[in-house]
């Protein structure tokens, strides 16, 4: 997915960038970059591959030789970024957070006016350089700001660096976050709250759904007010926000916490223990714990000291192999135990069907699944989260399909989202059958957006519903 982290102080800026980036390794996985400016010696900037190595290792030297009070930073996916762009508004960074749909289109329309785009190693645009071009087409940049989030069909939050301050502009329906951090050397933004915490920042504000504000060591001035409508993504506190995160003030923790409560509320079989798929089931497992007092125990753990996230493959077989070796199971307590596993969610099933099966291999008496969210039936389209994949690798589509004999239509498609429908019933019990698991419960669609605790209207639900 990506995240990104900027400063603006009256020091050195580079130590909180630094950082601050770091913070949020875990986040993306293929990318990283700084950018900074100082008046004495104008652009700096760096990028690196960090698909296996971590962020702090490949930008050690940046961090001792880099100088500036203006800087902007990033984890992606994807496309190298921040990119620096010189242009009628003059030189300047920038870095997003998004995922655009139609950038085919937009790049075709931009081409018109003598333009030119470096593609790719996969032939591909990259975003941030079309979003850099898009902002070109303006006067200035708040209008070409604007220009960017009204033309773009997918999301798009950036942070736009120039000699004169940082624009900070939040997604139009705020589908990801920024939260502004200040302290008495200046001010910083940030995909992850907490990312600013221990650099001695104090929360300050969260930018509102498509809200543009500048940012300087002096302060944060809104130039574009927020909307009144939202969507942000619920996926943020069940799977990709960082435990000590907090999104429009609503504690990534204590969600999950909630999410675990409400699973064990309607469950009733009686296992041995709980337990939670490292790292993102621990919080849901230790909530049902709470709630059904059945003891949470860690029958594995997961081997990090020198497998970070960033240590994975980009073929999906080996991604696959590389995340069941970097969970150990503790025989001890598994052998002869009825086990309750809550992951965050799944997706096509691989790697938690081969997790179920070293817990039999190792003497498990029963597993019992509840993931943490409900099935996902729809791919995402407005974020490139890796959870929420291509719609046929899903494996509720692949059991839906088998099921209807072909391709469901939209109307059936609608019922096998319904909880409390015979399709639905149908398509948990196959892929229980298919997965090898004793049973399977998915949490609710109306019990998640309660644990969450902001209106169903301000969420977005489409990777499980369908509705936009």
Not at 143 to 167: C, F, K
Not at 281 to 298: Q, T, W
Not at 352 to 369: C, D, M, P, Q, W
Request: with cysteine; aromatic share 10%.
């Amino acid at each position: 997915m990506g995240g990104f982290f900027a400063t603006a102080s009256k020091e050195d800026c580079v130590f909180d960038l630094f950082y601050g980036v770091d913070y949020h390794s875990h986040l993306g996985t293929r990318r990283a970059g700084m950018a900074v400016y100082s008046e004495e010696n104008g652009f700096d900037k760096a990028i690196h591959n960090i698909e296996n190595a971590p962020f702090r290792t490949k930008f050690t030297k940046e961090s001792n030789e880099m100088h500036g009070t203006l800087g902007i930073g990033c984890i992606s996916d994807f496309e190298a970024q921040p990119i620096l762009v010189r242009s009628h508004h003059g030189t300047f960074a920038v870095t997003t957070v998004g995922k655009i749909n139609n950038a085919d289109e937009i790049v075709d329309q931009i081409i018109k006016t003598n333009t030119h785009f470096f593609e790719m190693q996969n032939g591909e645009i990259n975003q941030t350089e079309l979003v850099a071009a898009i902002i070109n087409q303006k006067d200035n940049f708040i209008d070409g700001i604007r220009y960017a989030q009204e033309i773009v069909e997918g999301s798009l939050s950036m942070l736009v660096l120039t000699p004169l301050g940082i624009y900070c502009a939040r997604d139009k329906m705020g589908r990801t976050p920024i939260v502004i951090g200040k302290k008495d050397t200046g001010f910083c933004a940030s995909f992850e709250s907490f990312a600013y915490l221990n650099l001695g920042y104090t929360d300050y504000k969260e930018l509102g759904p498509g809200e543009i504000a500048i940012m300087t060591s002096d302060g944060i001035k809104t130039v574009v007010a927020p909307g009144k409508d939202m969507k942000i993504c619920t996926f943020l506190w069940i799977y990709y926000g960082y435990p000590s995160s907090s999104y429009e003030g609503i504690s990534v923790e204590k969600m999950r916490y909630s999410c675990g409560q409400a699973l064990a509320k309607r469950d009733n079989v009686k296992p041995d223990i709980v337990a939670g798929v490292p790292d993102s089931g621990i919080a849901h497992a230790i909530g049902y714990s709470n709630e059904s007092g059945v003891p949470f125990s860690r029958p594995f753990v997961k081997y990090t000291p020198t497998w970070p996230r960033s240590f994975m493959p980009t073929h999906q077989t080996k991604r696959n192999l590389i995340a069941k070796m970097k969970l150990i199971p503790i025989h001890d307590l598994i052998d002869g135990k009825s086990l309750l596993l809550i992951d965050d969610s799944i997706v096509r099933g691989t790697q938690l069907r081969e997790t179920t099966e070293f817990l039999y291999n190792s003497g498990a008496k029963e597993v019992h699944i509840r993931p943490a969210c409900p099935p996902l039936v729809y791919g995402c389209k407005y974020l490139n989260f890796s959870r929420s994949t291509s719609e046929m690798e899903l494996i509720t589509r692949r059991v839906i399909k088998e099921l209807e004999g072909g391709d469901p239509d939209d109307k059936t498609l609608k019922e096998y989202t319904d909880p409390d429908s015979e399709k639905y019933q149908k398509m948990v019990d196959k892929i229980c059958e298919k997965l090898h698991f004793t049973s399977l419960r998915y949490h609710r669609l109306d019990d998640m957006i309660e644990s969450v605790g902001i209106g169903a209207e301000k969420l977005c639900t489409y990777c499980w519903n369908g509705e936009e």
